[in-house]
């Protein structure tokens, strides 16, 4: 069987231009808005309805988001609202969900490898063309995601002694220029790679089997973490990270340097239920959050409290937080979802994919799962809406009726395939 497509030039533009931001509208890129234009054309409908979840789980968030704006509006709640960041708000989550499902349809018109490399390359072209969101640190706002990927999607095809040495050194180079969160998926897409081997397993992964790869990961991840952070306090990374370390050491939380959750969980138990898109927090909402900050020993006179967190609007520094914040009940289900299908991929990916395919899908997850809980939504939408539909399409696959068999090989192709002008495989 063929996989029935003409040519690969108009996906090729749309992974490219996919993370590629459109001029005064962050939120929408030009991949994004030419993808919506032709939809009726490239998207099969069976495949949205495989993929209901999504669909289910963005108009939900989209209901309580408009609720929650009501509600405050009419019961005299001191919140108020502004209409340019409600629009944002809604259009990030679009974006967020229909990125995936352009990604989807990628996949399976380019295959994983070519999908990614592509849109690395896009997010790398868009970084250069935005030096404004670099700050003081290009690798670590800008460069380091795609650079990782682009790196890892190579690293796949290459010899494990070759992915061990490659991969650790871009650990190391990430730590040098302060991106702790790249290094981490880094090593751990290494590691991952040495347990699992080169070739695929060739069935199901039996549940406690999979409960106990998942918990070795865990280990591993409190391991490294533990590593990084000792060595960056012994000033082995630098004075930049030795500075960052030590005054994140300072507090109480658990995880360094990443406190905003103490906020969030204050303002959670205050007001469960959620805030809304474009939520302009009050003083009195502010003092909240700043009491779960107080409580892990974090000072709240600084300028990244004041300005950010709780300046125009709530800010928590995470996906799922922001979710929750904007959207209440919907953000929290939109939230599940990502989780949920994050897992799956990454289930299916190690009993299934070659090693390439491993390595891109098991960096992706980790990346992805760092996001949800450290990363902000309107800065990292995209790159976790990548990783959601990479995962998405296997569910898609997984799915397939019986006129359209096909496999996980569908989904992959060797970095040899770039080169080639047409990826159709004979079944």
Known sequence: MRLKHRSDWFPTVVAVLLPV????????????????????????????????????????????????????????????????????????????AVEALVVVWLVFRLKISRTVVLFAIGSLV?????????GENAWKYAFAFPASLLFVAMLGRLRREVVLVGGLSLAGLSLA?????????????????????????GGRTSSARFLLLGMVLVVAVSVIYDLILSFSLQGVFGPALQRTAELQSLNSAPVAGRVEYGATFSLFWSQPWGFGPGAVPPVEVADIGKVGLQ???????????????FGRTIEVHSILGDLWVQFGVGGIVLGLTLIGTLLVGFRKSIELCALQSRVIVTFLVFQAGWDLLFSPLAVNYRTVGFSFGICLAFIALDSSNANEKLSISDLESDWDSLNSSSLREEK
Do not use: C, K
């Open 177 to 201: 220029l302060a991106t702790r969160n790249t290094a981490g998926a880094v090593a751990i897409s290494v590691i991952s790679q040495l347990l699992f081997g080169r070739r695929p397993v």
């Open 21 to 96: 931001q459109l001029p005064g509208v962050a939120s929408l890129s030009f991949g994004l808005v030419i993808a919506l234009l032709v939809f009726p054309v490239v998207f099969r409908l069976h495949w949205l309805q495989r993929l209901w979840f999504v669909w289910s789980s963005t108009i939900v968030l989209s209901l309580s988001g408009l609720i929650l704006i009501i509600v405050n509006r009419g019961s005299g709640s001191v919140i108020e609202f502004a209409p340019d960041l409600i629009r944002q708000s809604y259009l990030v989550v679009f974006a967020l």
């Open 295 to 309: 409580a892990l020993g974090v000072g709240t006179s600084d300028d990244y409290v004041n300005n950010v967190m």
């Open 126 to 134: 868009n970084s250069a063309l935005h030096p404004e969101a670099w």
